[in-house]
């Protein structure tokens, strides 16, 4: 069992940057893939970002390569989202997720565990 908590959002102005964190519980929390998603609204949930369980491989929507970084820390079961050169368009719900399986890490089905989500509002 993992429970997540996301927290970091905010408003900002748009080229700004924010860092959201997510603290997991519980002993497994290194051997599973960590994901990042966000849902505006009007639309579906979308993958944004995700971590291999040893943090050597790293996955991106196009949209955001090259401005958001994800990064881990098993050691206090937290995992990351360095969000910089922020857009209007990123405004959304970000969530956290884990799921026990590197493959497939867009889809949001796979994912097992869910972070409540904390919001992220860009202003222009």
């Known amino acids: 069992q993992v429970q997540l908590v996301d927290s970091g959002g905010g408003l900002v102005q748009a080229g700004g940057s924010l860092r959201l964190s997510c603290a997991a519980s519980?002993?497994?929390?290194?051997?599973?893939?960590m994901g990042w998603f966000r849902q505006a609204p009007g639309k579906e949930r979308e993958f944004v970002a995700a971590i291999s369980w040893s943090g050597e491989r790293t996955y991106y929507v196009d949209s955001v390569k090259g401005r958001f970084t994800i990064s881990r820390d098993n050691a206090k079961n937290m995992v990351y989202l360095q969000m910089n050169s922020l857009k209007p368009d990123d405004t959304a719900v970000y969530y956290c997720?884990?799921?026990?399986?590197?493959?497939?890490?867009?889809?949001?089905?796979?994912?097992?565990?869910w972070g409540q989500g904390t919001q992220v509002t860009v202003s222009s």
């Open positions: 997720a884990a799921k026990r399986d590197i493959s497939s890490v867009v889809v949001t089905s796979g994912y097992v565990y």
């Open positions: 519980g002993r497994t929390f290194s051997r599973y893939t």
